[in-house]
Protein backbone atom coordinates (compact mmCIF):
# COMPACT_ATOMS: atom_id res chain seq x y z
CA UNK A 1 0.00 0.00 0.00
CA UNK A 2 1.25 3.13 -1.17
CA UNK A 3 1.17 6.34 0.66
CA UNK A 4 1.40 10.09 -0.53
CA UNK A 5 3.50 11.89 1.51
CA UNK A 6 4.69 15.30 -0.23
CA UNK A 7 8.23 15.69 0.74
CA UNK A 8 9.64 18.71 0.38
CA UNK A 9 13.33 19.61 -0.85
CA UNK A 10 15.38 22.53 0.11
CA UNK A 11 16.10 25.09 -2.17
CA UNK A 12 19.05 27.66 -1.57
CA UNK A 13 17.77 31.18 -0.70
CA UNK A 14 20.37 33.55 -1.06
CA UNK A 15 20.37 34.48 2.72
CA UNK A 16 23.70 33.91 4.38
CA UNK A 17 22.85 31.81 7.55
CA UNK A 18 24.08 34.08 10.63
CA UNK A 19 25.24 30.71 12.87
CA UNK A 20 27.16 29.62 10.17
CA UNK A 21 29.47 32.37 10.03
CA UNK A 22 30.11 32.02 14.40
CA UNK A 23 33.78 30.94 14.91
CA UNK A 24 35.25 29.17 17.96
CA UNK A 25 36.49 32.71 18.77
CA UNK A 26 33.08 33.28 19.66
CA UNK A 27 32.72 30.31 21.50
CA UNK A 28 35.56 30.95 23.85
CA UNK A 29 34.61 34.50 24.45
CA UNK A 30 30.96 32.96 25.36
CA UNK A 31 32.65 30.51 27.84
CA UNK A 32 34.51 33.81 29.37
CA UNK A 33 31.88 35.30 29.88
CA UNK A 34 29.82 32.41 31.69
CA UNK A 35 33.43 31.47 33.95
CA UNK A 36 33.43 35.04 35.14
CA UNK A 37 29.97 34.70 36.17
CA UNK A 38 30.57 31.43 37.95
CA UNK A 39 33.70 32.61 39.54
CA UNK A 40 32.11 36.26 40.74
CA UNK A 41 29.24 33.81 42.35
CA UNK A 42 31.76 31.97 44.35
CA UNK A 43 33.41 34.86 45.23
CA UNK A 44 30.96 36.38 46.63
CA UNK A 45 29.28 33.04 48.63
CA UNK A 46 32.48 31.41 49.86
CA UNK A 47 33.22 31.38 53.74
CA UNK A 48 35.64 30.11 54.94
CA UNK A 49 35.16 26.85 56.87
CA UNK A 50 35.30 27.04 60.90
CA UNK A 51 37.43 24.92 63.04
CA UNK A 52 35.32 21.45 63.17
CA UNK A 53 36.90 20.97 66.78
CA UNK A 54 34.41 21.92 69.19
CA UNK A 55 35.92 22.69 72.29
CA UNK A 56 34.51 22.45 75.97
CA UNK A 57 34.98 23.94 79.37
CA UNK A 58 36.83 21.62 81.65
CA UNK A 59 36.91 23.52 84.40
CA UNK A 60 33.70 23.10 86.71
CA UNK A 61 33.33 19.52 85.81
CA UNK A 62 37.04 19.28 87.48
CA UNK A 63 36.37 21.32 90.38
CA UNK A 64 33.49 18.87 90.99
CA UNK A 65 35.75 16.18 89.99
CA UNK A 66 38.33 16.61 92.49
CA UNK A 67 35.90 17.54 95.25
CA UNK A 68 34.26 14.32 94.87
CA UNK A 69 37.05 11.61 93.85
CA UNK A 70 38.16 9.82 96.72
CA UNK A 71 41.72 9.65 93.99
CA UNK A 72 43.69 12.43 93.08
CA UNK A 73 42.45 13.45 89.65
CA UNK A 74 45.03 14.20 87.01
CA UNK A 75 45.02 16.15 83.81
CA UNK A 76 48.11 16.56 80.96
CA UNK A 77 49.95 19.36 80.94
CA UNK A 78 50.98 19.69 77.51
CA UNK A 79 50.41 22.91 76.15
CA UNK A 80 48.23 23.40 72.73
CA UNK A 81 46.19 20.41 73.76
CA UNK A 82 42.40 21.58 72.75
CA UNK A 83 39.63 19.89 75.45
CA UNK A 84 36.92 18.89 73.25
CA UNK A 85 35.04 16.08 75.60
CA UNK A 86 34.95 16.09 79.34
CA UNK A 87 32.45 13.60 82.00
CA UNK A 88 32.46 12.57 85.48
CA UNK A 89 30.19 9.99 85.96
CA UNK A 90 30.22 6.31 86.42
CA UNK A 91 29.60 3.75 82.80
CA UNK A 92 28.49 0.38 82.55
CA UNK A 93 31.92 -1.10 82.49
CA UNK A 94 32.64 0.78 85.61
CA UNK A 95 30.66 -0.97 88.02
CA UNK A 96 29.11 2.03 89.31
CA UNK A 97 32.21 3.73 89.94
CA UNK A 98 33.00 7.43 89.18
CA UNK A 99 34.53 8.01 86.32
CA UNK A 100 37.09 11.42 84.84
CA UNK A 101 37.63 11.70 81.73
CA UNK A 102 38.57 14.31 79.51
CA UNK A 103 39.44 14.00 75.82
CA UNK A 104 41.89 16.62 73.39
CA UNK A 105 43.36 17.05 70.18
CA UNK A 106 46.46 17.57 70.03
CA UNK A 107 48.45 20.70 67.89
CA UNK A 108 48.96 17.41 65.36
CA UNK A 109 44.96 16.90 65.28
CA UNK A 110 45.57 13.79 67.16
CA UNK A 111 43.32 12.41 70.08
CA UNK A 112 44.61 12.11 73.59
CA UNK A 113 42.41 11.42 76.29
CA UNK A 114 43.02 10.79 79.81
CA UNK A 115 40.82 8.34 82.29
CA UNK A 116 40.08 7.53 85.74
CA UNK A 117 38.35 5.15 87.96
CA UNK A 118 38.21 3.34 91.27
CA UNK A 119 37.20 0.56 88.87
CA UNK A 120 39.47 -2.39 87.78
CA UNK A 121 36.85 -4.28 85.99
CA UNK A 122 38.15 -6.54 83.15
CA UNK A 123 35.30 -4.87 80.66
CA UNK A 124 36.42 -1.42 81.77
CA UNK A 125 40.22 -1.70 81.02
CA UNK A 126 38.69 -3.62 77.55
CA UNK A 127 36.14 -0.76 76.84
CA UNK A 128 38.95 2.09 77.79
CA UNK A 129 42.14 1.10 75.59
CA UNK A 130 40.04 -0.21 72.63
CA UNK A 131 40.24 -4.03 73.31
CA UNK A 132 44.10 -3.08 73.56
CA UNK A 133 46.13 -6.27 74.10
CA UNK A 134 48.62 -5.48 76.79
CA UNK A 135 52.35 -5.24 75.16
CA UNK A 136 53.97 -5.24 78.39
CA UNK A 137 55.27 -2.88 81.01
CA UNK A 138 56.68 0.11 81.22
CA UNK A 139 58.71 2.57 83.84
CA UNK A 140 57.40 6.19 83.19
CA UNK A 141 57.94 8.99 85.71
CA UNK A 142 54.42 10.28 86.66
CA UNK A 143 52.65 11.98 89.59
CA UNK A 144 50.39 8.29 89.61
CA UNK A 145 53.72 6.19 89.80
CA UNK A 146 56.04 4.72 87.50
CA UNK A 147 54.46 1.50 86.57
CA UNK A 148 52.77 1.66 83.71
CA UNK A 149 51.35 -0.87 81.35
CA UNK A 150 51.29 -0.59 77.05
CA UNK A 151 48.53 -1.76 75.48
CA UNK A 152 47.92 -1.73 71.40
CA UNK A 153 44.79 -1.92 69.15
CA UNK A 154 43.62 -1.69 65.73
CA UNK A 155 43.31 2.64 66.51
CA UNK A 156 45.04 3.51 69.18
CA UNK A 157 47.51 3.16 72.13
CA UNK A 158 47.18 3.31 75.79
CA UNK A 159 49.50 3.11 79.11
CA UNK A 160 47.26 2.27 81.99
CA UNK A 161 48.43 2.60 85.42
CA UNK A 162 46.78 0.57 88.71
CA UNK A 163 48.19 2.10 91.70
CA UNK A 164 46.82 2.67 95.20
CA UNK A 165 43.47 1.74 94.04
CA UNK A 166 43.21 3.47 90.59
CA UNK A 167 43.89 3.08 87.53
CA UNK A 168 44.56 5.65 84.95
CA UNK A 169 44.60 5.41 81.59
CA UNK A 170 46.46 7.63 78.59
CA UNK A 171 45.07 6.58 75.30
CA UNK A 172 45.82 8.44 71.98
CA UNK A 173 45.93 7.85 67.86
CA UNK A 174 48.89 9.76 68.14
CA UNK A 175 52.83 8.44 68.07
CA UNK A 176 53.68 6.59 71.10
CA UNK A 177 56.13 9.48 71.90
CA UNK A 178 53.10 11.94 72.30
CA UNK A 179 51.14 9.21 74.42
CA UNK A 180 54.26 9.06 76.23
CA UNK A 181 54.27 12.40 77.00
CA UNK A 182 51.10 12.66 78.18
CA UNK A 183 51.41 10.18 80.75
CA UNK A 184 55.02 12.05 81.74
CA UNK A 185 53.23 15.50 81.52
CA UNK A 186 50.40 14.40 83.93
CA UNK A 187 49.93 17.06 86.73
CA UNK A 188 47.11 16.83 90.06
CA UNK A 189 44.05 18.96 89.19
CA UNK A 190 44.28 19.79 92.59
CA UNK A 191 47.26 22.00 91.98
CA UNK A 192 45.83 23.54 89.09
CA UNK A 193 43.12 25.65 91.29
Do not use: C
Amino acid sequence: MAHDVLVSESTPTGKSNARMKQTVGDMVRSMAVVLAVVAAILLVTWRPQPDPVREVNVDQLLVVAVAQADFDVVVPGIPGLRPTSVRWQPTAESKDEMVWQVGYVTETDEFLQVTQSRSDSSKFLLVETVRGVPLGSVAIDSVVGEDWTEYRSDTSTAFVSMNNGTTTIVRGTGSREVILSGVESLVLAASLQ
